[in-house]
């Protein structure tokens, strides 16, 4: 095999490419599951419930796992808040390649966060068929944001809103720790 | 929210890491739904051969778009030797941030490469009870290259070998044409 071929002009696409096309993927399988498991016929809540969970799962244990490994040598956060213009700043920008549009606070533990044009959501932009899909689209990125915030130290409960693909609003609750 | 900080001196993590841990995370969603399904006992030859079956169409699909995207503005390549040599050194450098460490052929459609640390195996390294899993954590991979040379016009059969973690022998068997 020759040398390496750093200077060979070739585009790299990115891994933040694949990991795009594989979460669609996933979302896509994890589709078909549903409709073939479904008999064809329109999927339960359950199934919906079932399939959002699977999906919210993984993006929180990927979500935790990333954000160990970006912060590790990282001198703690001072505040709520300096943990949250993390995650829509490094974290955001090291993975989807651009930082949050817009993060409002009440400063009562609620954040909103925009993504105008949201990377996990790009490939899926497309096809509007996917607006009815049980929002199987938001729940890897919102279980995602969950697994970094917990990560972090932040209990909190995420939500996600699509009004048109690709824009998405995160609203993330924070909840107060109990000791 | 303040400006960029581009210069906030973070150590990126890097997307490649992203598609390393969702990559884990699905090969233990898949052990788990086996496990589930299989009453607790171990995994029928079917069971396998189906969890196998999915990632490596997963991986198919991603390696196609992925491939697509990096190559829609280059020239065609000449001949195969020149699409592996683009396998092994663009595409690897571009996912998993190295190139393949040796590539043989016998100049007859058979390539043999050899990555000592292949970074979807990183993750997995540390728990050898993975290596009797079916061999789940090379289908994902395997399904991954198909994609990409089926996406420049090879059509190939894939398969890989793992004798210790992170260390892969991936063999590409390209099919002739029929035409």
Same mark, same amino acid.
């Given at each position: 095999?020759?040398?390496?071929?750093?200077?060979s !002009?070739?585009p790299?696409?990115? $891994?933040? /490419?694949a990991?795009q096309?594989l979460?669609?993927e996933?979302?896509s399988?994890? #589709?078909r599951e549903?409709?073939?498991g479904?008999?064809?016929?329109?999927?339960?809540?359950?199934?919906?419930?079932?399939?959002?969970?699977?999906?919210?799962?993984m !993006?929180f244990?990927?979500?935790? $796992?990333? /954000?160990?490994k970006m912060?590790?040598?990282?001198?703690?956060?001072?505040?709520? #808040?300096e943990?949250?213009k993390?995650l829509?700043k490094d974290?955001?920008?090291?993975l989807?390649?651009k930082?949050?549009?817009?993060?409002?606070?009440?400063?009562? !533990?609620?954040?909103v966060?925009?993504?105008?044009?949201?990377?996990?959501?790009?490939p899926?932009?497309r096809g509007?068929?996917?607006l009815?899909?049980c929002?199987?689209y938001?729940?890897f990125p919102c279980g995602?944001?969950?697994?970094a915030l917990?990560?972090?130290?932040?209990?909190?409960?995420v939500?996600?809103?699509?009004?048109?693909l690709?824009r998405?609003k995160?609203?993330?609750?924070?909840v107060q720790h109990?000791?």
């Open positions: 095999l020759q040398a390496a071929t750093a200077d !002009g070739i790299a696409a990115g $891994a933040e /490419v990991f096309f979460h669609s996933l979302v399988f994890l #589709l549903q409709l073939q479904g008999g064809g016929g329109p999927a339960t809540v359950q199934q919906c419930r079932a399939q959002l969970s699977k999906l919210e799962t !993006g244990q990927v979500g935790q $796992a990333y /954000v160990e912060t590790k040598d990282l001198p703690r956060f001072r505040d709520d #808040l943990i949250v993390f829509c974290f955001w920008a090291s989807f390649k930082q949050v549009d817009n993060l409002k606070t009440n400063h009562q !533990g609620v954040y966060i925009i993504d105008e044009k949201f990377s996990l959501l790009v899926m932009a509007k068929q996917y009815d899909r929002h199987l938001t729940a995602l944001i969950r697994g917990t990560n972090l130290g932040l209990r909190a409960i939500t996600a809103e699509v009004e048109e690709p998405v995160f609203q993330i609750q924070l109990s000791t």
